[in-house]
């Protein structure tokens, strides 16, 4: 479910035409749904009813100080990879002793700022972290709350790119090592052992590799609980969301008319699955999602600049490009692209959606259908709110573009586009060039 839906021809975002939007603020910009993102939240609350719950929204995947402020009024707390990233949760005024604090190389100023800021607890990826924590919080005279984080060692079943629970993956300690790294941590005099933690990838689909992950780390957990007292289980994040029929996503159990093997993993039951098994460990669940809170509440808007067309094919040509959005260059991944304004009476066009970027991988779809569209007029490419903005670049000199957040029928830029002088101020030719 989503709030992208057209009234009448228009495309629109709650009660805003995305229209008004592009022409008050231009194009490319990404538009965000609040009340999706809202929905999101509660889904996924919801999906464990009964379990003591704690949601902390993954960052990376949309780290806008409005996306933050607007996650932290709900009740979120928030997983943190870098001190960027927790200096944007206390700018955006969310509590950094609800956060947790993951990724393998944190340096001694993260380390310090995240325990200065009373981290809930950092996700510990190696023994030489866990040494360096020590150390750190022997400094500050405090004692580092920390999680394990545990490679079981499964199969996610998604893009090699974003797959982390294998042993060949860069994250975690192996399961068979976890007792005797939780032995050593016990030891060490400025660490406070808190909870156990795993992540095994991103854009999941399926339900099976989640519980057979936390199959694998339950005995674990519950040995921990005995020997460390260990409060919570952190299973991460990683709930995928819908890309292909994006737009038809947006109706309620829209999933109900598709066959078997192409519905959703839905927060419903990834939580039925789930639930059950955390359920009797007695501690603490916590749920790292980014992508699933955030992925289908935005889009991003572009215009066509040109419809060209070659021998045998056909490029649109839009102004927004793989500096913009990353994913389908990166990832190759695939983005819904709908047209603001629907005309029946349009022929269909079958072509490349591509950006003014100088490389052939600086294409969005190719021999995609989409409804004949000309110069000026607007198109939208779906589920864009996560890992969108937050992986956009310079490339080509190309200022970042705009985030609008709305809400019902108000909406605000809550992220100007990038100027030439902003994208050059800090750059300068030496004394010995001039
Ligand atoms: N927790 C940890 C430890 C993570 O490494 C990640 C994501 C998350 C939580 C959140 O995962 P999510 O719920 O968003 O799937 N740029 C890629 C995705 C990279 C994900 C990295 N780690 C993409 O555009 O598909």
Not at 170 to 198: D, S, W
Not at 368 to 386: H, K, P, T, Y
Not at 415 to 420: D, G, I, L, M, V
């Amino acid at each position: 479910m989503h709030h992208f839906h057209y009234t009448g021809p228009d495309l629109h975002c709650e009660s805003v035409d995305l229209a008004a939007v592009a022409k008050l603020y231009g194009t490319p910009t990404y538009v965000y749904s609040a009340g999706t993102m809202a929905d999101n939240f509660h889904r996924l609350q919801r999906g464990f009813d009964g379990v003591d719950l704690q949601i902390c929204y993954a960052v990376k995947a949309n780290s806008n100080l409005a996306v933050l402020r607007h996650f932290a009024n709900l009740g979120a707390g928030f997983d943190l990879v870098s001190g960027g990233e927790i200096r944007r949760v206390l700018a955006a005024g969310g509590d950094v002793k609800s956060s947790v604090f993951a990724g393998v190389g944190k340096t001694e100023d993260e380390i310090r700022l995240a325990l200065e800021n009373e981290i809930f607890a950092l996700h510990v990826e190696s023994e030489p972290e866990l040494a360096r924590i020590n150390h750190v919080a022997g400094q500050l005279g405090v004692r580092a709350p920390i999680a394990i984080r545990i490679n079981p060692d499964v199969d996610a079943l998604t893009h090699a790119k974003i797959t982390t629970g294998r042993s060949d993956n860069k994250f975690g300690i192996p399961l068979r090592h976890a007792a005797a790294a939780y032995e050593a941590a016990a030891k060490l005099k400025n660490i406070r052992i808190k909870g156990v933690q795993m992540h095994i990838g991103s854009q999941l689909t399926e339900a099976g590799p989640y519980q057979e992950a936390v199959e694998r780390i339950a005995p674990l957990a519950m040995q921990l609980k005995a020997t460390h007292g260990i409060t919570y289980f952190s299973i991460g994040g990683g709930l995928g969301i819908v890309y292909q029929d994006a737009l038809a996503s947006g109706q309620s159990a829209w999933w109900e008319a598709l066959p078997a093997d192409r519905r959703p993993l839905t927060p419903e039951t990834y939580g039925a699955v789930l639930a059950p098994l955390l359920a009797p460990l007695g501690l603490k669940v916590m749920l790292e999602h980014g992508r699933f809170m955030v992925g289908n509440a935005g889009v991003l808007l572009t215009r066509v600049e040109h419809l060209k067309r070659g021998a045998g094919r056909n490029f649109l040509i839009v102004d927004a490009a793989m500096n913009d959005l990353v994913r389908p260059a990166m990832y190759d991944s695939y983005h819904e692209i709908v047209p603001l304004h629907r005309d029946s009476s349009r022929r269909a066009l079958t072509a490349d959606i591509v950006g003014p970027v100088c490389e052939s991988g600086d294409c969005f779809a190719q021999g995609r259908q989409i409804q004949e569209v000309g110069e000026g007029e607007l198109i939208a490419l779906m589920s864009a709110g996560a890992y969108g903005y937050v992986m956009a670049s310079r490339y080509n000199t190309r200022g970042l573009p705009a985030e609008v957040l709305v809400q019902g029928s108000m909406f605000e830029l809550v992220n100007a586009r990038e100027t030439f002088d902003q994208i050059t101020a800090r750059e300068k030719v030496p004394a010995f060039l001039k």
